[in-house]
């Protein structure tokens, strides 16, 4: 009689299947990978061929200074806030018929600043608000020119 206990075997793993199951696994991925160039977008931009306006429409020219001083019509206003903003608008506009407000807001301007011409513009009544910009590469004090005129919301 053999009273000895058997040996535990040595699990022996065999890798030959599981390198077979890796295989097939990235040739899967291969295969049912697209291999897309995402493509930048094409835009073409608007040409504008207008030509000069015979009427030059009555514009009010609102400055707004890069520490929040405003000029309308290179009248200073006294105060930075919107009611007397708007009076001065409508001060401004009294002799004129169907005025556009012009904002040439210095670059460094704080966005509330142009934002309360806009307000006051709207408060004055004064629908045709545009903004004055430069051309490109012009450097500073170069000759502003308006861009297309908008509607004040």
Known sequence: MNFRRPEAEEPEINLIPFIDVLLVVIIFLML?????????????LPVA??????????????????DGRYQVDQQRVDGANVDTLTSALRNAAQQRKEPVVVI?????AAVQSVMNVLDAARRANLPHVTFATQQGGALAGGAPRTAAASKAR
């Not at 049912?32 to 073409?44: A, C, G, I, N, P």
């Not at 040439?104 to 460094?108: C, E, I, L, R, V």
């Open 32 to 44: 049912s990978t697209t291999y897309s160039k995402f493509t930048e977008l094409q835009v073409e």
């Open 104 to 108: 040439s807001a210095d670059a460094t």
């Open 49 to 66: 061929n207008a030509t000069p306006l015979a009427n030059k429409p009555a514009e009010i020219i609102v400055a707004v200074a890069a």
